[in-house]
Structures are given as structure tokens and as C-alpha cells.
């Protein structure tokens, strides 16, 4: 797979996932392989300007994650394309432009999924952009405002003629927010509508089939995953066997979901500092421990987590509390393994919707 001159292990990708997609974060998935690009959260581009340090603690890399691409927005051509520069002076070997977002403080600055609406005015803050680095540049969209307003094609089209290296395409609109399926044929469109440049598709991708699907019905050269992979981080892994061998790979052990979380745990600590790092991981647990089987003990005593020995104590004391849960061999009892939610699937998409948390009510409120 190929981004521009960027040679990627695979046509499989990191979504950004705000407040999640951090550094510790990425460098784990990318550890577990299978993985060919990663993004960072949307950064604020103006932030990046004035020097601010939370936006450049978000664009901080490692050799271990890279290619990692920085995902930019805003809505001043200036400031996008200043930002693209200093994106590329810190180390990423690409950087997206964000152009779904449909949360109201981003689309109110004229930026996210706001920026489909005028296609004159986003041409030329691209071009402005990629005439400024040498790295490439990609654009993720969503298929448009509203359903009235599809507008991805040709805004896709009108992109890869000023030289974006990639199309990154959400297969909702602003309007559906997360709500409702991924429109496949909508994703096919905007891969027909583009002449020679790959197009990823988003969405919903929550198990290698998924992926799978997606692929075959919308023609894509690629997969973007977000919330699936924080579900389950072996995700990209499992993916890519898929993919090559039509055969789906064992879950992990919940011996390897809890070194895996002291693993993530351990690059939180060193990135944040302790304190920070563990309040920032309370959040990651409880994810982890929806794979767990029974596991009311332990989230109620990570969510005050604040060291990596107060972790090693919490996992300790709910090991000797899961084994009633277990027969003779360690293994939980049938009665209590956990479901996945997403393990039946409908038109490629997951059934439970609602098992991965987003925002809930208008999209304009959000």
C-alpha cells in the first residue's frame, strides 16, 4: 500500500479517536503489527501556531509508531498550511486534513465537516498545503452535510486534481452524526468518482469481517479503524490474517489482555508522568474490561487508579475474586464468558451500535 511516497506495511489504519489516539496509545496497536498507518487526534492547527503545549504533546512521535500522519483542522488556509510545516518539522511523514468532524465547536470555525459545504474555498486551502510540505497529504471526509448535500465525489475528484495523496471517507453524513449504518454504496461512489489515488474507508469496522465486507462491496484500496481498535487492539492483527487467509484468529487470553494493558499502562506513565498517566488510563480500563467476563470488582477499583503498583494490586485482588467465575482449569465458566458485541454481523455493519459509547442526541448539539 502505497500514501504518496509513504510504503505502508498494509492498507490498514488508525483512525483518530479523540482523547484516545494518544502516543501510548498508538505505539500499542502498532506493537501488536498488521497496522500501516497511524493518525493522531485531531489537532487545532492554530494551537500548533501559538506554541501551545497540549497540541504538540499530541503531535509528539516515536520511532517504533512511525509512519504516523498528524491530523490537522481548521478553517484559515494560513494557518492550515503553517501548521502542515511545523507538522512535518516534528517528525510526521504525513499529515490529514480533517474534514468530518461533525462536532459543532469544530464545524463553527469553519473546519470539519463544515469545510464540504464550500469547495471553491477548501480547494485552495489544500493546495496551499501540499504546495508547503513534501510529505503527502490526505483528507478525511464524510459523504456530506446532510443527505440532500452528498458532496464527496466530486469534492474527492476536485481534492486528487490539486494533489492529495489520499481520500480518507467516513460513509455517513454530518447530519447522521454516528447514527444509523455505514452507507457502503455511498464509499463505492467516492472510490469511482477518483481516477488514480487510494481511497480508505471508514466506519463501523468493529471485526476482520467487517473490514472484509467493506472492501469487497465498496471496491477501497483500504481500512480505516477507530473505536473497533479500542475495543479490541488486536484488531489489525487479526485483520491483516483475514484478509490473507480467509481464516479468523483466536481471541486473546485474558492472561494477554492484562499484560497488554500493563504494557499500555507502563508508556501512559512514561508519557504523562505517573499521577496523570494512570488518571488518563482510568478511562482505558474499563474498555479492557469489557472483555474481562465478570468485572464489576475490578472497574470499580480502577477508576481510582494512581500507580503502577496500585494497578499490579487491583489486578491481583480481582484475579483471586474472578476465580469463582472459573472451572478447574483457570478458564471461565460458559455461563460467564463475555459476548462480543460485535461477533454477529448485518450488512457488514455491527448490530449493537450503542456497545462502543458516542455522543447522543441532535448532531447539532453536540
Not at 484516545?20 to 506493537?31: D, G, I
Not at 452535510?145 to 494533489?163: F, Q
Request: hydrophobic share 40%; glycine share 10%; with cysteine.
Amino acid at each position: 500500500m502505497k500514501i504518496g511516497s509513504l510504503e505502508l506495511e498494509s492498507n490498514l489504519f488508525l483512525s483518530p479517536l479523540a482523547g484516545y489516539t494518544n502516543l501510548p496509545f498508538r505505539l500499542t496497536v502498532k506493537a501488536l503489527g498488521g497496522l500501516g498507518l497511524v493518525t493522531t487526534d485531531l489537532v487545532n492547527a492554530r494551537s500548533l501556531l501559538e506554541g501551545r503545549a497540549v497540541a504538540y504533546k499530541m503531535i509528539a512521535t516515536d520511532v517504533r509508531e512511525q509512519p504516523m500522519a498528524v491530523q490537522l483542522f481548521g478553517g484559515v488556509p494560513e494557518e492550515m498550511r503553517d501548521a502542515a510545516v511545523i507538522a512535518e518539522e516534528k517528525g510526521a511523514q504525513s499529515v490529514d486534513i480533517n474534514m468530518g468532524c461533525p462536532v459543532k465547536k469544530v464545524v463553527k470555525t469553519g473546519s470539519g465537516s463544515s469545510m464540504m459545504k464550500d469547495q471553491d474555498k477548501t480547494r485552495d486551502l489544500v493546495k496551499g498545503m501540499i504546495e508547503a510540505v513534501k510529505i503527502p497529504v490526505t483528507a478525511k471526509m464524510r459523504l456530506g452535510w446532510d443527505s440532500e448535500n452528498i458532496t464527496a465525489p466530486d469534492l474527492a475528484r476536485t481534492l486528487e486534481d490539486v494533489g492529495v495523496s489520499a481520500i480518507f471517507i467516513h460513509g455517513r453524513t454530518r447530519a447522521q452524526g454516528f447514527s444509523g449504518g455505514v452507507d457502503l454504496e455511498g464509499i463505492r461512489k467516492v472510490k469511482e468518482a477518483v481516477k488514480t489515488i487510494p481511497v480508505i474507508g471508514n466506519g463501523d469496522v468493529t471485526t476482520p469481517e467487517a473490514a472484509r465486507i467493506m472492501l469487497e462491496r465498496t471496491g477501497c484500496d483500504g481500512v480505516s479503524i477507530g473505536r473497533g481498535a479500542f475495543y479490541n487492539p488486536w484488531i489489525f492483527m487479526q485483520t491483516r490474517h483475514h484478509l490473507d487467509t480467509g481464516e479468523l484468529m483466536p481471541d486473546p487470553t485474558f492472561e494477554q489482555r492484562v499484560e497488554l494493558m500493563r504494557e499500555h499502562l507502563a508508556r501512559m506513565i512514561e508519557f504523562y508522568g505517573e499521577l496523570k498517566g494512570c488518571i488518563q488510563f482510568r478511562k482505558v480500563a474499563v474498555w479492557y474490561a469489557k472483555r474481562f467476563g465478570p468485572s464489576k470488582f475490578f472497574k470499580d477499583r480502577a477508576v481510582r487508579l494512581a500507580s503502577m503498583e496500585h494497578f499490579e494490586e487491583i489486578m491481583a485482588d480481582y484475579r483471586q475474586w474472578r476465580l469463582r467465575f472459573c472451572d478447574e482449569s483457570g478458564e471461565l465458566q460458559e455461563k460467564y464468558r463475555p459476548v462480543d458485541p460485535y461477533s454477529s454481523i448485518t450488512h457488514g455493519v455491527p448490530e449493537n451500535q450503542d456497545a462502543i459509547k458516542v455522543p447522543k442526541g441532535p448532531v447539532s448539539n453536540w
